[in-house]
């Protein structure tokens, strides 16, 4: 392919990505404002955080297998339109049953990440694919750091709803991508549907690090998923202790998710890939773990705006220096036939993760106290912070800016 034409298509895809997530982070922010108003509980909240997370982790195969057979192109378009659905739900949600059919419409929609990874593999020369998906975390970060503020801004000003909003962008974006986006592989009429073998080889893979968690590719496994559960724990109820702690609004929460988005493009644009370097992975992703669990324990105990900046600032450090380095230590380890395969199993304990996480922190918080989640989540990531002692510096210190992993994201 003419490196012109992969690179046109590249920036129509960044464009795509960047206009997506702006509409995904414009309502974000707002979900447990509109949860409360509508009479959810802490508890429920939680549960709308993690709804996305089990349709995601339902629907993406799914999605693999259309793209597979009928072409990448329909997959992503698919997802654009389903987006725009659900945040129609979320604007004209009467109830908290319809906002957790919106979040299950989302997650659904959002479950073709994989389909834009394919796509670039489809059409990016091998050499270059770690560059082209590091320019997709630059527009999937250049979108989370706008969305947030675009939603708040809606919220105060009131001329239109932030879920009309977002489902108005992703009808442009539909239309662009129907324009722009060309099919990046051949339709076949068989398609290339994993077989049940393979499908077994991804449960045998799967069954292995959850029996034997010690392993060198099993441990980093768990320091990821159990990373994310902590994180995600938090960010079930953050919104909820913001507004109870220090009166923190639909209007005002956006500003906050901007502060987050944007210390963490710093880190992984220009810190990151340094301190790999200079460390290694491990030691990286040990000081990862360091700074996820102080900003979690330190997150109740600050008393004013500018303790909780100080205090929040080192969560976003932490996970930009934890999970590409986990990603990474996977990728390095598996069996270079099998790396794609045990990615994927790391994902699919991550979802869980996604899951469980936002549910008992949303019990803890509404029967235990508004800081108990911070603080057990914390408890987490030092036992973390122990079994990260099992792993052992092994592969290449390379540059991992490009690696993928959202700050505040469901």
Sequence with gaps: MDPRDFLRRLWVLMLTVFVDMIGFLIVLPLLPFYAEKLGATPFLVGGLVSAFAVAQLAVAPIWGRLSDRYGRRPAILGGLLISAVSYVLFEAAGSVWILFLSRLVQGAGAGTVGVVQAYVSDVVPAKDRAKALGWLTVASSAGVMIGPAIGSLAAAVGTIGPGYLAAGLCVLNLLFGSLWLPESVAKTTSGTIRSPVARGTAR??????????????????????????????????????????????????????????????????????????????????????????????????????????????????????????????VSHRAEPHQTGLVLGVQQAYGGIARMLGPLWSGAAFQHLGIRTPFWLAALLMGAVWVFSGTVREEGSTEDLSGEVETPILP
């Excluded at 109870?244 to 502060?259: A, D, P, Q, S």
């Excluded at 491990?282 to 773990?289: D, K």
Aim: charged share 15%; glycine share 12%; proline share 5%.
């Design 204 to 329: 045998r893979q799967f069954l292995e690090i959850l029996r034997h968690p010690g392993g060198r590719v099993a441990a980093p496994v768990w320091i990821y998923a159990l990373g994310m559960m902590a994180f995600m724990a938090m960010n079930g109820v953050l919104a909820l202790y913001l507004e109870r702690r220090f009166g923190v609004t639909e209007k005002t929460i956006g500003w906050f998710f901007v502060y987050v988005g944007a210390v963490s493009v710093v880190m992984r644009a220009i810190v990151l890939g340094p301190m790999v370097r200079r460390f290694g992975e491990v030691r990286t992703l040990r000081m990862g773990i360091v700074c996820i669990g102080l900003g979690l324990a330190t997150v109740p105990l600050a008393r004013d705006f500018l303790e909780l900046g100080l205090a929040v600032l080192m969560i976003p450090v932490g996970t930009a220096l934890l999970f590409p380095s986990t990603t990474s230590i």
